[in-house]
């Protein structure tokens, strides 16, 4: 994903953060990717995704000209002449020292393209031939992942549904590795539902009355509120609730905050109540959430044993009780 010098992660953090301070008030929503994510000991050109406010690009040129950042040099090795890549979907610069790679995607896409800028790259190349070979139900075409059934672009807002589209558990930035994707998707694999990823429906002209007072999305659900339940529906199913092993013997859940760490929050707590309301859309995440909490309670539960017991062999060695 990177090439060119390498720096110490430990020494590129700060600079990685103050990048994103700058850009931050004109982006919807940023973040680092590449092997930065990938939480490797050192790294080379980090690469970023970001969701931009229509200011952004306007902001960078400032940025530019105020000598923040200066654009990436490209120099041709046969003409020597020097270019540069400062377009609207992409742009390289280099800030405190650190070359800087960032793409630009929006809702639509964030989920696949912060995948697909993490990498690493020779993973990325097998899942590409993958698509193919194994017959995935969507393509990707200009950043964008469509239905091969009707061609039409999906909504990947986020990684947990990009995993769900993929048929795998979700994998953590720093395990990724092109043996963990080829270990899971062999011949006769499941993808994911693409229906499932298809856009909210847009307006058709002359179907919106002129007088409506409310916005779409408004409009929409007024729509949906209208229409009659049949009289002989099917009774809705008991959504899905917190339970183990998400689900604490004191009431408290696991929460996933990122980078492969977990907490324990109140039920009540705002992110507990957004990863509740995901799980109850998406089973399949919530299925490969749990598999993953459940090998890290394993996990821990083994490495407390392992200190229990170091600590009680020290105290008999100095002739002591164990607390």
């Excluded at 995935?136 to 549904?161: C, D, M, R």
């Amino acid at each position: 994903m990177s090439n060119g010098e390498r720096i110490a992660r430990e020494e590129a953090t700060p600079m990685v953060g103050a990048m994103v301070a700058l850009l931050t008030q004109h982006c919807e929503w940023i973040t680092p990717a590449g092997s930065y994510r990938r939480e490797k000991a050192d790294i080379g050109d980090v690469e970023v995704v970001a969701i931009p406010k229509p200011s952004l690009l306007a902001h960078m040129d400032e940025l530019v000209r105020n000598g923040a950042i200066a654009k990436k040099e490209y120099t041709n090795a046969k003409t020597g002449k020097v270019s540069f890549r400062w377009g609207e979907k992409y742009r390289a610069f280099v800030q405190g020292g650190i070359k800087f790679d960032l793409f630009l995607c929006d809702m639509d896409t964030r989920g696949n393209q912060l995948w697909l800028r993490t990498g690493p790259a020779d993973a990325n190349e097998w899942m590409m031939g993958a698509f193919h070979k194994y017959n995935a139900p969507f393509t990707v075409e200009g950043g964008y992942i469509w239905s091969k059934s009707n061609v039409q672009k999906l909504h990947i807002a986020n990684e947990t549904a990009w995993f769900d589209l993929l048929g795998i558990p979700f994998i953590f930035p720093a395990q990724r590795t092109i043996e963990a994707y080829q270990s899971l998707i062999k011949w006769g694999h499941v993808w994911g539902d693409v229906n499932r990823y298809r856009p909210t429906p847009k307006p058709v002209e002359g179907d919106k009355p002129k007088n409506n007072p409310y916005q779409w999305e408004e409009w929409l659900e007024t729509r949906k509120s209208a229409v009659k339940t049949p009289k002989n529906a099917t009774p809705q199913k008991a959504q899905w609730d917190w339970a183990k092993p998400f689900l604490c013997n004191d009431g408290l859940v696991w929460v996933h905050v990122g980078y492969g760490k977990w907490e324990k929050r109140p039920q009540d707590d705002c992110q507990a109540k957004a990863h509740l309301e995901h799980y109850r859309r998406l089973p399949r995440s919530r299925d490969a959430m749990a598999f993953t909490i459940q090998i890290k309670l394993q996990g821990w539960e083994r490495d407390e044993r392992m200190v229990t017991a170091v600590r009680n062999s020290l105290a008999i060695i100095r002739g002591g009780v164990a607390a």
